[in-house]
């Protein structure tokens, strides 16, 4: 074989490398975010327990595989107990900070530090991991865990899932009407305060699901939670409120931006790209790129064409000019 060929193949396994590493970062934004964004975007409240929240699922479904449950049973147990959690902890104590995130802040820090030292308690330093499920991915020199390229099919499927819980139910319809304007719908007789309940349930269902998903790929520690928050937050400032659009648009940008630095550098230098995105999207998109697609959205409304919308001058769209104003 000429040896000149060698590159061409050695770029085409680069390539599909770099794919599976997309895949794998894409999916990892986006279930770490769902439920983060559930609770902020709907419901005011700045969870920083929300990596506690992926813990609670992480070792619930950790602890009943390791103890005989299938698979996809545990992920189930993990699931259903995280959300029960939540609601447990919803009612005891942060129904009291709708609206007021600062006070949520503190409070859920409180709760994220409490629940990793009586994790650590309890449980000790670590528990037993389960196993990995469907093993590797071969091509060329490289290998990849197929079952973190299955979790970006699992990634999407939750975000179809999302998107017709809160457009085809009429859980959907009563929760975003009162998000809207609870005082509206419970004239209405719309329950809020169930509403309230479930939604925050939902979203800590969304968080335990997070965890017992990725429970047999990480190493159970008290603060496995803690992957996965700077991912979750970095994922809410650039996607913006909306749980499916945003976040899966932001799942795309900032997937490819950490895949591409993590294969060419380091994953440390992928977490500072990711950090850096943020950083931008802060300063040039305060709403997220849900803001800049309703501003678009908004012009053309207004009778513009989509070319027109495009002609505004950036910084001004990229400000969140128009109806989040």
């Known amino acids: 074989m000429d040896m000149t060929e060698v590159p ?12 599976l590493q997309f895949l794998d970062s894409f999916a990892f934004l986006v279930l770490a975010a769902v439920g983060l964004v559930v609770i902020f975007g709907m419901m005011g409240i700045i969870n920083l327990a929300h990596g506690e929240f992926i813990l609670v699922g992480a070792y619930s ?26 609601i447990l902890l919803e009612r005891s104590i942060l ?8 006070d949520s802040m503190v409070a859920t820090w409180a709760i994220s530090l409490m629940m990793i030292q009586g994790t650590r308690i309890y449980f000790g330093n670590s528990i037993t991991q389960a196993s990995t499920p469907f093993g590797s991915i071969n091509y060329g020199p490289y290998s990849y865990s197929a079952y973190r390229v299955a979790l970006a099919g699992v990634s999407v499927a939750v975000l179809i899932g999302i998107y017709l819980v809160f457009t085809r139910t009429e859980f959907g319809l009563k929760a975003r009407a009162t998000i809207q304007d609870a005082d509206t719908a419970r004239a209405m007789g719309v329950n809020t305060e169930r509403i309230y309940i479930l939604t925050f349930g939902f979203g800590s269902a969304l968080a335990g699901l997070t965890g017992a998903l990725y429970a047999p790929t990480l190493s159970m520690s008290p603060e ?25 648009l932001a799942g795309i940008l900032l997937g490819a931006i950490n895949a591409f630095f993590s294969n060419v550098y380091s994953t440390f230098w992928g977490r500072i790209a990711l950090l850096a995105a943020a950083i931008l999207a802060i300063r040039l998109m305060p709403y997220g790129i849900t803001g800049v697609i309703e501003n678009i959205r908004d012009r053309r409304r207004a009778g513009m064409s989509l070319r027109e919308s495009l002609k505004i001058p950036a910084v001004t769209v990229l400000l969140g000019g128009g109806s989040n104003d």
């Open 8 to 19: 061409a193949f050695v770029d085409i396994f680069s390539l599909v490398n770099l794919l």
């Open 95 to 102: 129904k009291r900070f709708y609206d007021r995130p600062l």
């Open 61 to 86: 479904t950790t602890l009943a595989a390791v103890a005989g449950a299938p698979f996809v049973v545990a992920v189930v147990i993990g699931t259903l107990t995280t959300a029960v959690f939540g």
């Open 224 to 248: 496995v939670g803690q992957n996965f928050l700077v991912e979750a937050f970095v994922a809410v400032v650039v996607g913006g409120s909306s749980v499916v659009m945003g976040t899966s």
